[in-house]
């Protein structure tokens, strides 16, 4: 598993992003993926998983209805869809990816990390 995230950048408030992570290995279509984020002086914290097949994903409270967690399995892509977006969205934001079945939102469940992308929320 090799996983590269991009797509982040400046946007003000109430503005949109779209993530995007790529993974150049041979496994994606079986693996969990998760979004994690990253604020300074934060710990890591999870902001969206979704299910290997697609067909079932989960949010933190904090992005509930704002954000939307994708994949295309065909393409080996991950995406992460944000909308309405707030100053308390500015991170680092990471693709992660684990084996197994289950939705897990811990970081410490997840085996394989992408380099980052910064989103910045300015007001």
């Known amino acids: 598993v090799q996983l590269q995230a991009f797509g982040g950048g400046l946007v003000q408030a109430g503005g949109s992003l779209r993530l995007a992570c790529t993974d150049s290995g041979r496994t994606f279509s079986s693996s969990t993926m998760g979004w994690f984020r990253q604020a300074p002086g934060k710990e890591r914290e999870f902001v969206a998983v979704i299910r290997r097949s697609g067909s079932d994903t989960d949010y933190a409270d904090s992005v509930k209805e704002r954000f939307t967690i994708s994949r295309d399995n065909a393409k080996n892509t991950l995406y992460l869809q944000m909308d309405s977006l707030k100053p308390e969205d500015t991170a680092v934001y990471y693709c992660?990816?684990?084996?197994?079945?289950?939705?897990?939102?811990?970081?410490?469940?997840?085996?394989?990390w992408g380099q980052g992308t910064q989103v910045t929320v300015s007001s």
């Open positions: 992660a990816a684990r084996s197994g079945y289950s939705l897990k939102t811990g970081a410490a469940e997840y085996f394989y």
